[in-house]
């Protein structure tokens, strides 16, 4: 999974994530064994309003991949009144998937390569104004910035999904610096030439 | 692009036309305003963004009445302003506007809660109503411990918020704030962001001119200017879930 870094050879692919999400749900198996619901419920705490986004089914979807490849086991529980559930519980090889994750030092989104080439290949082929590339680009970083500022403010003190927000406002800020300094560049370029 | 599009006219507290400001002459003119088309909704907080000598300051400055525009227009609530006699200008600045400054402009021989009340006084309010409404504003910007204090034994943080408190003692039909956090660290410019959020939620007109990302995420609306001029505009506040769902990489 490591890339090289600074280029990336794929898009951030739907298989990526999923592989990543099989990973998150036999970690949260690894203490007891649970119902898939109670897999669900310990995800959404983690991500707090980030987890609006998540497919309500993947979770299941998921357990049930992961059973058939050997990662999970499952076992039927009889209720007297509703119809029977199912606890799943980590196989030896799942264990080992999840002790195999955690050692992983893989980081995400490590630069923004191909923005910088958009911006190189803007200029040097005269398609534009860099530094008006660099303005729309700011501005949807920013709005990305707004929404996660404000799910930070609104969740309480000592959240763990605020947490996890207040990584996702300081990444972007972060962004907004380099894309100040492309925007320094690019205009002391166009006035240059 | 022209802001005013985007808005209903009607609803607009602060309104320019064809906004210019030049400063020399001959071949030393600069243009710091050109053609500024500007609508800001009544309740909306909007932020100005852009590089240094972008024009930005400029502009609020001939919003709030502190320069003189070289052409096009100026309208608060329905008036024009650009116009105004010296005298008006001062009294519309007393009342009708709030302002917030960097680098906070506190008198520094006031306490907190006198400096909160002054405004209130100079508009011809009664001691007793601008004592109250000085104790209510430190109260809201969560000072109202350190309402005896003078400036010099407040931090940077609590000046500003001093300064906030300050500028909504008349109930200005807008605030405007010229780099609120430029002087203030980022515990304080956390205090001054909440603070602003408030301000948003309870209705408050406010234009941030701003080179913080951070309390210019706070608005409903973003402008971005260049060379004196509106080059990039959007809307902050909507459909922002799919948007935190993608930058959490929890998608697909």
Redesign the interface.
Known sequence: MPEAVGVSMKE???GY??R?VQEVLLALLAKEASHGYEVRARLQLA?G??????NAGQVYVTLNRLEKAGLVSSARVGQTDRPDRKVYELTAAGRARVMEWLADTSW?KPAPTEFHLKLVATAAAGLGDP??LV??Q???V??????????A?AEPDGSVAGL?LEG??LR??AD?RWL?AC??YWNATKERS | MNANESLPRAGAVLRTRGLEKEYGQGAGLVRALDAVELAVAAGETLAVMG?SGCGKSTLLHLLGGLERPSAGEVWLQGHRIDQLSEKALARLRRGAVGFVFQAFHLMDELTAAENVELPALLAGRPPRAARGRAAELLERVGLADRAEHLPSALSGGERQRVAIARALSNEPLIVLADEPTGNLDSAATLDV??LF?GLRAAGQTLLIVTHD??I????DR?I?M?DGAF????R??HG?????????????
Do not use: I
Request: no cysteine; net charge neutral; proline share 5%.
């Open positions: 951030p692919s739907r994530q999923l990543v991500l309003p980030l987890a609006e986004a998540l995400p530094v008006r303005d729309a700011r501005h949807a920013l709005a990305g910035l707004a929404a996660a500022q404000r799910a403010l996890l996702v406002v972007l800020q907004l100040e925007a320094r | 590089p962001l909440r959020d990302a951070r210019a995420a706070t608005a973003l971005s260049r080059v990039e505009e959007t902050l506040t922002t879930s799919g948007t935190l769902g993608e930058l959490a990489g929890l998608e697909g």
